[in-house]
């Protein structure tokens, strides 16, 4: 498999081992249609190992540690169950380590996909496989997202209450039955957070419509009019990128077709030209667009458009990242939508950006990268609805953003 793409499960019971050249620790959430788990019951690992529908399975340092899914023992309202992994040392990254997830048959063990996450690096964990259920059937996806803060970090981002920022030191004793937890859920009935916390940012975020960092420790992930600097080890990045647009139908809902684009504009907010599903590519070439989607069924990016900084020119000095909604079905109407740049050579996720809320209008201004007289660029988390079904209605209000 390679990131973002999906399979059916043949199998009503399957195990997904994580194996590498050290040992990891493999863990599993339970998510609802939200995102998030119930409580802190559907954190599912060595320390806690049994849950509804999913159970974890200690390779005893000698095999790959593994979380099991019975998808027809699966309750209600998990529409999602993700599985992650962490190298067992405290502070150890993914560097220089491939992790390949292998995703079985329960029953026979028999192989029905694997997937080895392209180019980590400073990562201390990583979601690298769902299972999911989508009109009624389940399926596996393969994801490979790194982040920078450890385990704890993924269950933050998932609504797990962690009351430290990482797992404590293992023993270098032998290998011992581990009572650490990364951290251990509390004694009391848990309560979930009264808003969804911070996605993980590596550095760690500035508090929202402040502050600018680079790309220099690794991923960061984006929250509302927030900007990262395109730099990475004291260089702007100037290779090709690819924006990659996703969205899914609400809770139950039907399938929806939305419009990706992206709108060029000049250093006097000029419009240029626009790249979207009539006209896929823009400025000879430096601009293009995938193609439509007319579903956003299908795991990964729904659509994603190629920009190749370096070629870009000079009269480009703003993109902005639309998406729209030609049918007329409002975002109130869709879930989970989001925008990442990722470096087009490595497969690398550089900046991502979750949509946290929804106004009932058809057009939305995701992002936008704006080039600065140094010469890097510069990204900025927008979120910010606009009353438009196509990318015609998109240039002035885009323009007036910038």
Not at 79 to 88: G, L, M, N, R
Not at 122 to 135: D, G, H, K, M
Not at 213 to 238: F, Y
Not at 256 to 261: E, F, N
Request: charged share 20%; aromatic share 6%; with cysteine.
């Amino acid at each position: 498999m390679t990131p973002g793409s999906n399979i059916p499960l043949s199998a009503a019971r399957v195990t997904v081992d994580v194996a590498a050249p050290v040992r990891l620790d493999v863990s599993g959430l339970l998510l609802t249609a939200d995102g998030k788990v119930r409580s802190d019951d559907d954190f599912i690992f060595y320390n806690q190992p049994t849950g509804q529908g999913v159970t974890y399975r200690s390779g005893g340092g000698a095999a790959p540690d593994a979380i099991v899914v019975d998808t027809t023992a699966v309750p209600p309202g998990i529409e999602k169950i993700v599985v992650t992994a962490s190298p067992d040392a405290a502070g150890q990254t993914f560097q220089g380590i491939e992790p390949t997830a292998t995703i079985r048959n329960a029953d026979d063990n028999s192989v029905l996909a694997s997937f080895t996450p392209p180019q980590l690096g400073t990562e201390t964990a990583l979601v690298i496989v769902e299972v999911y259920l989508r009109n009624g059937a389940w399926k596996a996806r393969a994801v490979g997202q790194g982040y920078a803060n450890g385990l704890a970090g993924i269950a933050t981002d998932f609504g797990v209450t962690v009351e430290e920022p990482a797992a404590p030191v293992q023993p270098a004793a032998a290998p011992q039955p581990r009572t650490a937890t990364p951290p251990p859920p509390p004694a009391a009935a848990p309560t979930m957070p009264a808003a969804p916390p911070a996605p993980p940012a590596a550095p760690p975020a500035p508090a929202p419509g402040t502050g600018k960092i680079n790309l220099d420790k690794g991923r960061v992930s984006l929250q509302k009019n927030q900007t990262v600097s395109l730099v990475k080890g004291g260089r702007p990045v100037l290779s090709q990128v690819k924006m990659g647009l996703g969205w899914e139908p609400a809770y139950r809902g039907k399938d929806i077709d939305l419009d990706a684009s992206v709108i060029a504009y000049g250093p006097q907010r000029n419009h240029i030209d626009s790249c979207y599903f009539g006209k896929l590519s823009i400025v000879n070439g430096a601009i293009k667009h995938s193609g439509d989607n007319l579903t956003g069924e299908g795991g990964g990016d729904d659509e994603v458009i190629v920009v190749d900084l370096g070629r870009l020119p000079q009269e480009v000095s703003g993109l902005v990242f639309t998406v729209n909604s030609f049918s007329g079905q409002k975002f109130t109407e869709v879930a989970k939508a989001y925008c990442r740049l990722i470096d087009a050579a490595s497969g690398e996720e550089l900046v991502r950006f979750d949509l946290t809320s929804a106004e009932p209008q058809t057009g939305v201004m995701m992002a936008k990268l704006i080039r600065q007289y140094s010469g890097e660029w510069e990204m900025t988390a927008m979120g910010d609805f606009v009353k438009s079904r196509t990318v015609r209605g998109m240039v002035k209000p885009a323009a007036q953003a910038l």
